[in-house]
């Protein structure tokens, strides 16, 4: 089974910038895509984005492309969210998860296909 610690998350004011890393440990995650979700307080859990596993693909939600970019290392087993130009917004929790299907061929935003969740690393975006 593999753990997954997120770091990164901070208070930023809006149009600001910031990197999440998601650090995986107890076995590769090299095989599998990788995905970012959010959770502001009383919602659901939102997609944010994700990567494949070997990292040529990416997908993202429509609210965050153009501004997000998701990466990966795969020798240090970290998978990166760099956020830039960030909106005003609640607080939200970020998550990372392993795909649940190795060499996954077209990446999915459902929460349902992730597993192995972090603990999760909060954002928030003042005005």
């Known amino acids: 089974q593999v753990q997954l610690v997120e770091s990164g998350g901070a208070s930023v004011q809006a149009g600001g910038s910031l990197r999440l890393s998601c650090a995986a440990s107890?076995?590769?995650?090299?095989?599998?895509?990788m995905g970012w979700f959010r959770q502001v307080s009383g919602k659901e859990r939102e997609f944010v984005a994700a990567?494949?596993?070997?990292?040529?693909?990416?997908y993202y939600a429509d609210s965050v492309k153009g501004r997000f970019t998701i990466s990966r290392d795969s020798a240090k087993n970290i998978v990166y969210l760099q956020m830039n130009s960030r909106k005003p917004e609640r607080t939200a929790v970020y998550h990372c998860?392993?795909?649940?299907?190795?060499?996954?061929?077209?990446?999915?935003?459902?929460?349902?296909?992730?597993?192995?969740w972090g603990q999760g690393t909060e954002v928030t975006v003042a005005t």
């Open positions: 998860a392993v795909d649940r299907r190795p060499s996954r061929p077209v990446l999915d935003g459902a929460s349902g296909e992730y597993e192995c």
């Open positions: 107890g076995r590769t995650i090299s095989l599998y895509a």
């Open positions: 990567i494949s596993w070997g990292g040529a693909s990416t």
